[in-house]
């Protein structure tokens, strides 16, 4: 009797054990899917207006009232080919895209005379101010911290988005990746060791 | 920077005094966080300044300002480790947009959209700042326009004719009042003579008197609208109605196809908070257009005035008549009575990127007839491709048929619409179930269609243009 009731509660010990093992979950954070869709992401903030389709006068800057009844004109590419298991095809999150579009074509330039640079956070980083004129110097500030917060926020409804805030750290060092891969030839970047590297 | 200085000067220990102190500077340019000065293209002077510095804070007494355009009479300014610890600031005539580009807009912690906002007129004005605070303002405003625009030129809000007298103390309650001639959102809804009284203080603003603001032929009624600065971001809160605007209006200024109708509205609350909008779930705008009847409710909105807005809600359709509707759009005559909703409607930048819609006719609408044009239109829409093939038949004697009910449902998820009709049929859905003699059914068998596409053919059928035979 004593010998079945120890039994019985290795065994259900045991079980239980078993059980735990079987049901510890760890949710990875799917590092590939992520990375598919934030290149996709950075390239369309990038190369928007590089690989430019051939230009459609039909398509140039809308007015209020021709838009709101040009329902066929599709502003944000690439909503369809986001990768299915990580989203980001939220509305919050389309909003950010189209205003660091926008913002992009002022900063085009400044990226390119080197005045600043992909810092290694995800974030832009200035890194030769004397490259702008001081009247420049003024607008530049203002981009970037209009940049950087657009960023900021980005990664964290990324990580809201896939329902896991825990993970903006990783969808922020994805993008740091893909910023630098993404960036053209002549542009600056921060290595790791925070150097700055020209591409 | 170099600059020409006159005064004269008390030395004591570290401490020092200058009077009557004259500067000029003529060379050379200031970058900061709110002022940016370009002194070759623009030198300044310094008038009358009397400065005591106690060899850690500067104090002074005053100091006059005048760079030929803009004239400033600074007093008992103090400065500590902080910053700006106390000012009282006197002008007279201070021409705004001259102020914004000259010293403003290059400055390196202004928002970025102000490069976008224009301002013009002049006001006159006083104020205070004490414990590094600003403690009280009175300025008259009168004559003033001002715009935002987005980075494509598109305006988002004008305002003409801006008058008012403006008081604000940071710990007592006092009232101001504003008025403008005109306004303009999103170049589209103009809005005419405005007068706001209102109270506050620091803590938050509120209407003393309800407010009434012409919106087209219309009125948005606006009992009350509470700004509450307490919390980091301010806080909107806002009651009203809108009284009946005419459709006809409305669809001229968007450029759309002239309908007749009235838009009204009861909006019990709404809440504006850190650029979202949320309607109160009693909150209803009705439309009443084509005999029929449209009400959106759960409003919700983000960025309204911005260049990316994002808006949602859910609409029903009561008795809409097909007959007005199709020949406003030139569709194709149909009559009967429409019945539908969209549920969670969203639209982003004004165009719908996902929605989950159902519509069917009446089945005791009193007349029910489909016309051979408008069965090739449905036909083609649902890429039945049938389409054309109707004249090629005998059919072709009939003008109309009779239909028992026709309907469509469209759910919008990422650029596809997953499509259902008023009835199964065999491998597919009825879109126009016929009846009587001759009978016509339309029969669709395509689930999914890309929506670019059936915008693309709704846009070629009401331009006239007959539907592509497939």
Same mark, same amino acid.
């Given at each position: 009797?004593?010998?079945?009731?120890?039994?019985?509660?290795?065994?259900?010990?045991?079980?239980?054990?078993?059980?735990?093992?079987?049901?510890? &979950?760890?949710?990875?954070?799917?590092?590939?899917?992520?990375?598919?869709?934030?290149?996709?992401?950075?390239?369309?903030?990038?190369?928007?207006?590089?690989?430019?389709?051939?230009?459609?006068?039909?398509?140039?800057?809308?007015?209020?009232?021709?838009?709101?009844?040009?329902?066929?004109?599709?502003?944000?590419?690439?909503?369809?080919?986001?990768?299915?298991?990580?989203? &980001?095809?939220?509305?919050?999150?389309?909003?950010?895209?189209?205003?660091?579009?926008?913002?992009?074509?002022?900063?085009?330039?400044?990226?390119?005379?080197?005045?600043?640079?992909?810092?290694?956070?995800?974030?832009?980083?200035?890194?030769?101010?004397?490259?702008?004129?001081?009247?420049?110097?003024?607008?530049?500030?203002?981009?970037?911290?209009?940049?950087?917060?657009?960023?900021?926020?980005?990664?964290?409804?990324?990580?809201?988005?896939?329902?896991?805030?825990?993970?903006?750290?990783?969808?922020?060092?994805?993008?740091?990746?893909?910023? &630098?891969?993404?960036?053209?030839?002549?542009?600056?970047?921060?290595?790791?060791?925070?150097?700055?590297?020209?591409? | 920077?170099?600059?020409?200085?006159?005064?004269?000067?008390?030395?004591?220990?570290?401490?020092?005094?200058?009077?009557?102190?004259?500067?000029?500077?003529?060379?050379?340019?200031?970058?900061?966080?709110?002022?940016?000065?370009?002194?070759?293209?623009?030198?300044?002077?310094?008038?009358?300044?009397?400065?005591?510095?106690?060899?850690?804070?500067?104090?002074?007494?005053?100091?006059?300002?005048?760079?030929?355009?803009?004239?400033?009479?600074?007093?008992?300014?103090?400065?500590?480790?902080?910053?700006?610890?106390?000012?009282?600031?006197?002008?007279?005539?201070?021409?705004?947009?001259?102020?914004?580009?000259?010293?403003?807009?290059?400055?390196?912690?202004?928002?970025?959209?102000?490069?976008?906002?224009?301002?013009?007129?002049?006001?006159?004005?006083?104020?205070?700042?004490?414990?590094?605070?600003?403690?009280?303002?009175? /300025?008259?405003?009168?004559?003033?326009?001002?715009?935002?625009?987005?980075?494509?030129?598109?305006?988002?809000?004008?305002?003409?004719?801006?008058?008012?007298?403006?008081?604000?103390?940071?710990?007592?309650?006092?009232?101001?009042?504003?008025?403008?001639?005109?306004?303009?959102?999103?170049?589209?809804?103009?809005?005419?003579?405005?007068?706001?009284?209102?109270?506050?203080?620091?803590?938050?603003?509120?209407?003393?008197?309800?407010?009434?603001?012409?919106?087209?032929?219309?009125?948005?009624?606006?009992?009350?609208?509470?700004?509450?600065?307490?919390?980091?971001?301010?806080?909107?809160?806002?009651?009203?109605?809108?009284?009946?605007?005419?459709?006809?209006?409305?669809?001229?200024?968007?450029?759309?196809?002239? /309908?007749?109708?009235?838009?009204?509205?009861?909006?019990?609350?709404?809440?504006?908070?850190?650029?979202?909008?949320?309607?109160?779930?009693?909150?209803?705008?009705?439309?009443?257009?084509?005999?029929?009847?449209?009400?959106?409710?759960?409003?919700?909105?983000?960025?309204?005035?911005?260049?990316?807005?994002?808006?949602?809600?859910?609409?029903?359709?009561?008795?809409?008549?097909?007959?007005?509707?199709?020949?406003?759009?030139?569709?194709?005559?149909?009559?009967?009575?429409?019945?539908?909703?969209?549920?969670?409607?969203?639209?982003?930048?004004?165009?719908?990127?996902?929605?989950?819609?159902?519509?069917?006719?009446?089945?005791?609408?009193?007349?029910?007839?489909?016309?051979?044009?408008?069965?090739?239109?449905?036909?083609?829409?649902?890429?039945?491709? /049938?389409?054309?093939?109707?004249?090629?038949?005998?059919?072709?004697?009939?003008?109309?048929?009779?239909?028992?009910?026709?309907?469509?449902?469209?759910?919008?998820?990422?650029?596809?619409?997953? /499509?259902?009709?008023?009835?199964?049929?065999?491998?597919?859905?009825?879109?126009?179930?016929?009846?009587?003699?001759?009978?016509?059914?339309?029969?669709?068998?395509?689930?999914?269609?890309?929506?670019?596409?059936?915008?693309?053919?709704?846009?070629?059928?009401?331009?006239?243009?007959?539907?592509?035979?497939?």
């Amino acid at each position: 009797m004593k010998l079945t009731k120890h039994l019985n509660r290795l065994l259900t010990l045991i079980l239980l054990m078993i059980v735990s093992a079987c049901v510890t &979950i760890n949710v990875y954070f799917p590092a590939s899917e992520a990375g598919n869709a934030a290149e996709e992401f950075v390239e369309d903030i990038i190369n928007k207006d590089r690989v430019e389709a051939p230009k459609d006068s039909s398509l140039s800057p809308l007015t209020f009232r021709q838009q709101l009844f040009a329902w066929n004109v599709q502003l944000i590419s690439g909503a369809h080919a986001a990768a299915p298991d990580f989203n &980001i095809d939220t509305p919050e999150i389309h909003r950010i895209k189209a205003s660091m579009q926008q913002r992009h074509e002022e900063l085009d330039r400044f990226y390119a005379a080197g005045a600043i640079g992909f810092g290694n956070s995800g974030l832009v980083a200035w890194r030769d101010k004397n490259a702008v004129s001081l009247k420049d110097r003024g607008r530049l500030t203002q981009l970037v911290n209009a940049e950087n917060a657009d960023r900021n926020k980005l990664y964290k409804a990324i990580a809201n988005a896939n329902g896991h805030p825990e993970w903006e750290k990783q969808v922020r060092d994805i993008f740091d990746e893909k910023w &630098i891969k993404k960036a053209p030839v002549g542009w600056w970047y921060q290595n790791a060791g925070g150097n700055w590297k020209q591409k | 920077m170099s600059a020409q200085v006159k005064t004269r000067l008390s030395l004591f220990d570290n401490q020092f005094s200058l009077s009557h102190l004259n500067v000029k500077i003529s060379d050379g340019q200031l970058l900061s966080p709110y002022v940016y000065a370009d002194f070759n293209q623009l030198p300044v002077n310094f008038k009358n300044g009397e400065l005591f510095f106690d060899g850690q804070n500067l104090s002074v007494k005053q100091i006059n300002f005048d760079d030929g355009q803009l004239q400033l009479a600074f007093k008992e300014l103090l400065t500590d480790s902080q910053g700006l610890k106390q000012l009282v600031l006197e002008f007279d005539k201070m021409p705004l947009q001259y102020l914004l580009k000259t010293y403003i807009s290059n400055a390196a912690s202004v928002p970025s959209s102000l490069a976008y906002f224009d301002i013009d007129g002049a006001v006159k004005g006083k104020l205070l700042i004490k414990q590094h605070n600003l403690q009280q303002l009175a /300025m008259d405003l009168d004559n003033i326009s001002l715009s935002q625009s987005d980075n494509q030129q598109r305006m988002l809000i004008e305002i003409y004719g801006l008058d008012g007298q403006l008081v604000f103390d940071r710990n007592q309650i006092q009232s101001s009042q504003l008025s403008f001639e005109q306004a303009n959102l999103l170049e589209t809804i103009p809005l005419s003579r405005t007068k706001a009284n209102f109270a506050g203080s620091a803590k938050g603003f509120y209407l003393t008197e309800p407010l009434g603001v012409p919106v087209f032929d219309g009125k948005l009624g606006i009992s009350k609208l509470d700004i509450d600065l307490s919390t980091e971001q301010p806080k909107v809160v806002f009651n009203g109605a809108l009284f009946p605007v005419s459709l006809e209006l409305v669809t001229q200024a968007l450029g759309w196809p002239v /309908m007749q109708g009235q838009i009204s509205g009861l909006i019990p609350s709404v809440v504006y908070h850190n650029g979202a909008l949320q309607m109160d779930a009693n909150g209803v705008l009705q439309v009443r257009a084509f005999d029929g009847e449209l009400r959106l409710s759960d409003l919700q909105a983000s960025h309204l005035l911005s260049a990316y807005p994002i808006l949602q809600t859910d609409v029903e359709l009561h008795g809409i008549d097909l007959e007005k509707l199709t020949s406003t759009f030139s569709f194709g005559k149909i009559t009967g009575l429409l019945n539908g909703e969209i549920k969670k409607l969203l639209l982003y930048n004004w165009k719908p990127a996902a929605f989950k819609a159902d519509f069917k006719t009446d089945i005791d609408s009193p007349s029910r007839r489909i016309s051979q044009r408008a069965v090739d239109n449905i036909s083609n829409l649902g890429g039945v491709g /049938m389409a054309g093939a109707l004249s090629r038949t005998f059919m072709r004697f009939f003008e109309d048929f009779g239909y028992e009910q026709l309907g469509l449902s469209c759910e919008l998820k990422k650029g596809v619409c997953k /499509m259902d009709g008023v009835a199964p049929a065999e491998n597919g859905y009825y879109l126009v179930k016929g009846r009587g003699l001759p009978r016509i059914d339309v029969i669709a068998y395509n689930r999914e269609t890309d929506w670019d596409q059936i915008v693309s053919k709704l846009a070629d059928i009401s331009k006239g243009s007959g539907p592509v035979v497939q």
